[in-house]
């Protein structure tokens, strides 16, 4: 194979991990049931007027499976981490005690469980449809390449390693999806 084309699958390659590992970055945050603080990801809280991801105000953990403790670094962010957080929208009540903020993370019920497994599968059709834009790219990269004087067979060879790829991280998908849903359902 040409040094274009093994760069191209390269490319291809990086840009697969990309959508893999944005799925798996989407699944934290989704929760199953049980507290993690991985939830409150994405939470950012007005820190003297900038905007600071929390985990960078705060100690964020969790001392059992249905409670999130948030250990403010300063007193005087209590209130803005409360803020922040019901200003993200994630269902959650947090409440505090002048010391830190606390979130008792409820169980799911079977409606929710199955809201969960919708987000879910949207989040992994998302990263399909990523990883089929990819292939679309790279096939179209291809045509350009046969055009400019690359041998046919070359060409064909190559769309069949991007579709092996495709396949292949097409699964990754899959398991992550499984194994994700299996979570959410495990009572």
């Not at 979130?103 to 992994?124: C, F, G």
């Amino acid at each position: 194979m040409t040094e274009e084309i093994e760069i191209l699958l390269e490319m291809v390659k990086e840009k697969m991990d990309k959508a893999i590992v944005h799925l798996e970055h989407e699944l934290v945050k989704i929760r199953a049931g049980k507290a993690s603080p991985g939830m409150l990801e994405g939470v950012m809280v007005d820190y003297y007027g900038s905007m600071t991801p929390l985990q960078q105000v705060a100690n964020v953990n969790t001392p059992d499976p249905r409670t999130i403790a948030i250990q403010p670094w300063e007193k005087a962010m209590i209130e803005p981490i409360e803020k922040a957080i019901m200003l993200a929208n994630l269902g959650l009540n947090p409440e505090n005690n002048g010391e830190l903020v606390r979130i008792n993370v409820p169980a799911l019920t079977e409606e929710r469980r199955k809201d969960l497994v919708k987000q879910v599968k949207k989040e992994a059709e998302d990263a399909r449809i990523s990883l089929r834009n990819v292939r679309r790219d790279a096939n179209e990269e291809l045509k350009k390449m046969k055009k400019d004087g690359l041998a046919e067979d070359l060409e064909k060879d190559a769309e069949g390693e991007v579709q092996k790829l495709t396949d292949n991280y097409s699964s990754i998908v899959e398991e992550h999806f499984k194994k994700k849903e299996k979570d959410i359902l495990t009572i």
